[in-house]
Structures are given as structure tokens and as C-alpha cells.
């Protein structure tokens, strides 16, 4: 959970969404993940946290 006020989190697109449901497509964009590697910064929020839960087989929190 968030330790403080205006933490972030890393979030990295490790494969492809392909194939997959449009579900699990959708929640890839909402975070703005665009290609595989591409890693971007978002607020450190339990929704945050439950999207990348969703899709943990298609994204990861790089931990720093």
C-alpha cells in the first residue's frame, strides 16, 4: 500500500496482449502500457495495485 503521500510505483509490460481477453486489454491501457518492456510510473493506489493483480501474467511492479 502507499507509504506516504505522492509515492509511485513502477509498472513493467512483460508480454504481449495477443490473444487475450479484451477485458485484460483494456486494463494494459488504462495503465498506458503500450509494447512489451515499456515501463511507466503510476500513483501507488490500492486500484492501482488490484489492475496489475488482474493481469499479472501480462504486467509486473518493479520493485526499487
Known amino acids: 500500500m ?3 503521500k505522492g509515492s509511485t510505483i513502477r509498472i ?7 490473444g487475450r481477453p479484451r477485458p485484460q486489454r ?9 509494447r512489451i518492456r ?10 492501482v495495485r488490484g489492475m496489475v493483480a488482474k ?3 501480462l504486467a509486473r ?3 526499487e
Open 2 to 4: 502507499a507509504e506516504k
Open 12 to 18: 513493467e509490460q512483460i508480454r504481449s496482449p495477443v
Open 26 to 34: 483494456l486494463v494494459l491501457q488504462s495503465l498506458g502500457l503500450r
Open 38 to 47: 515499456h515501463v511507466v510510473e503510476r500513483e501507488d493506489t490500492p486500484a
Open 55 to 57: 493481469i499479472p501474467h
Open 61 to 63: 511492479i518493479l520493485e
